[in-house]
């Protein structure tokens, strides 16, 4: 990739994480790509080992690459060429994993495919594999949950400049690069992908395991001038408000997303993560202060 080349302007590269298990990330990180496809370029991207996300989307049919396909990529890799060949959600590329060769994107060619990804795209959205972002925490040496918040060490989504630039974007992922040459492993995987990440958004269900979840992962996130902020999802079964979840995160709640009645019905039956108005409004907001 020459030097010459800048990222396009948008959103950056954003991380979405769950919680816990089953907290929405996916369809939260699909349905941001998709508006900020409408916006400008954008990408979503699965860095897990599986299920891939083309069978959140109804795309397990569709022509284009995948991970297993960008093994061998190196150094250099076109932006262009990649991004021509990408699988297509609407006006959302996609590069998915592939349920037939299993495993997580192949660690020594991740960190080169994102630059790459970054500089043919405004907006390059990650469902991040919340296993190697932990594990990436706990390799690092951060602290654990339970520590006094260190929200001063991150800015809230929405401050600073937009865009992809950052020490996240460039020195991070030159860095990283370096990294994986030294082993594999989900950890590994997880500090090349935040290395990448402008943002990172925690999705957040109103209850009290998620909200603990989230706090495992707060303080391996925070820092290196990254942006981190809570996305809150309905519906609270004890109540839990969503200013509570800010206070017990020790992150502020940058988006509230209420509850999508029939969103796994839709994705069942291949139509994808099709959110009724008051889901969809609330993702356009949030589109609007990441860009």
Not at 26 to 52: H, K, M, Q
Not at 128 to 154: K, M, S, Y
Not at 161 to 180: C, F, I, K
Request: glycine share 16%; net charge neutral; charged share 15%.
């Amino acid at each position: 990739m020459a030097g010459s080349e800048r990222p396009a302007a948008g959103a950056g590269v954003v991380g979405v994480v769950g919680a816990r298990g089953g907290a929405g990330a996916t369809v939260t990180a699909a349905a941001l790509a998709a508006e900020l496809a409408r916006r400008g370029t954008a990408v979503l991207v699965d860095t897990g080992p599986g299920p891939s996300v083309d069978t959140v989307l109804g795309l397990e049919a569709h022509p284009g690459l995948r991970w297993p396909d960008l093994d061998g990529a190196r150094g250099a890799v076109d932006p262009a060429l990649l991004a021509g060949n990408l699988m297509r959600w609407g006006r959302c590329g996609v590069l998915p994993t592939d349920d037939a060769r299993p495993g997580p994107p192949p660690p020594a060619a991740l960190a080169d495919v994102l630059r790459a990804l970054a500089v043919a795209h405004g907006s390059v959205v990650l469902d991040l594999d919340r296993a190697a972002v932990l594990g990436a925490a706990v390799e690092a040496g951060g602290p654990v949950a339970g520590d006094a918040p260190v929200a001063g060490d991150a800015r809230a989504v929405g401050d600073g400049p937009a865009g992809t630039g950052g020490p996240a974007d460039a020195r991070g992922l030159a860095g990283a690069a370096a990294a994986v040459g030294a082993g594999e492993g989900p950890a590994l995987r997880g500090a090349t992908l935040l290395a990448a990440c402008r943002t990172v958004l925690v999705v957040v269900p109103r209850d009290v395991p998620a909200v603990a979840g989230a706090r495992l992962l707060r303080d391996g996130l925070v820092g290196a001038g990254r942006r981190v902020g809570v996305v809150a999802r309905a519906p609270a079964p004890g109540g839990l408000g969503v200013e509570e979840v800010a206070a017990a995160v020790g992150l502020p709640v940058v988006a509230s997303l209420p509850w999508a009645r029939g969103l796994g019905a839709a994705v069942d039956s291949g139509v994808g993560p099709a959110l009724p108005s008051a889901a969809a409004r609330a993702v356009q907001r949030l589109a609007r202060r990441l860009t």
